[in-house]
């Protein structure tokens, strides 16, 4: 184990959250960010909430504050208005739904002027939850604009951060409002922490990561780390391509992510991450069956593959074949992984301790590029080990096939998640880390 892993490791151990109080002072007025960006669908004139699980892991600190009297103020964004108010981006429908699973009426604001929000919290009954409109429809939310966070601060007595999936954001919500309130940790924000604390630092071994996706970009540092971690990790979708470039294949038009401008600026490449990965891990091996060595870091052997990802057939590619000479026709696309990594992956599967899945095995919205996605989602969820998944796509993945109950740990919060098995100090998760001492107010007014 590196030293860099060492330190990082520490890091999550020692971490000690400000957990929420067992009693607080009578009229208590609680802010609590929540996570509230869930799919909406036009059904008639109306806007309705297709998913609730975000609603649902809210529940358990939403009726902890009530139990104990306080007035709940919820904030919350949903999609990217852009500072401006846009009403397809309500959460007006998210109040609706929130009111059902709750049992309770959840009040809603739909003021976006905090002066009016203000007298609006004020004319509420004690005990009321109200549900603010989307925090994004405020210029100062992604700029975390200072004033802004003061008056939003002066709504309430104490700060609840239940938004684990928005902690990587350095926004007014996040960050600017706990340092001028008592802040704590909700119960679903603790519960991810322990969560990927455990994966960090105590799996069950084996311990197998699976990273797919599309982009690389986001899962760099993610990968890079739990590389060291792991026992094992499997690469599919676009993410796969840049290993298999790195390792000289070729991959003819398969999707390779365009490089940000500010990695690009700063000599970064994926395709060069890919292989110094591959470098740095090729003395490592795994055995497979007690005695055949396997890489550490596995790619596909085979792909699936076809001219574009809406075609309705496709051809199995031995990229193993490839030094045969055999030319490969430049229009094609490796959209999938093919049977051999398929049946690979799921042997590696079955016998791991801990699982770590991350981003689908190909473009798993078209057939017959799901074979893979749904494949490893079987299998992992036929596993003795202890399963942990990520990442939205990854979560309709196991939806549509009717395997949600059968994962240990269902994660939505997706870039967050993977900065923090990064190692990285999430800046949402730092105002409720018992001696962070950026609180003004240490106490309840």
Known sequence: M????????????????????????TGTKALVRVDYNVPLKAVGTRMKVMDTMRLERSLKTLRHLINLNATLILVSHLGRPRGKVEPTLSLRPVA????????????FCKETQIEKIAQFVEKQALGSIILLENI????????NDPELAKQFAKLADIYVDEAFSAAHRSHMSIVGIPKHLPAYAGFGLENEVQVLDQLMTKPKRPMVVIVGGAKISDKV????HLANIANVVLVGGGVANNFLA??????????????????????????????????????ERVLKDNYIPLPKIIYPTDVEAAPSPTANTS????????????????????????????????????SAGTIFWNGPMGVYEHEPFDRG????????????????????????IINSLGLTNRFDYISAAGGAALDFLAG????GIKPVVVGCGKCKKNKIK
């Open 246 to 283: 790195a390792d000289g294949y070729d991959i003819a038009n398969s999707y390779l992510q365009d490089i940000p401008a500010d990695m690009k600026k700063a000599g970064k490449n994926f395709v060069n991450f890919a292989g110094k990965l591959i470098e740095k891990t090729k003395t």
């Open 424 to 427: 990285k100090t999430l800046p």
């Open 136 to 143: 994004r429809f405020f210029d100062g939310e992604k700029k």
């Open 2 to 25: 590196t030293v860099s892993v060492i330190q990082i490791l520490c890091k999550v151990v020692f971490m000690k959250l400000r957990l929420l109080p067992s009693k607080l002072p």
């Open 221 to 224: 540092a993610a990968v890079e």
């Open 315 to 350: 051809q199995t590619v031995e990229l193993v074949g490839q030094e045969s000479g055999e030319k490969l026709s430049s229009k094609l696309m490796y959209l999938d992984i093919g049977p051999k990594t398929i049946r690979l992956f799921k042997e590696i599967i079955l």
């Open 96 to 107: 609706t739904a929130l009111s059902k699973l709750i049992d309770k009426k959840v009040v």
């Open 373 to 396: 996605s749904k494949e490893i989602a079987k299998a992992i969820a036929k596993s003795s080990a202890t399963t942990i998944i990520g990442g939205g796509d990854t979560i309709t």
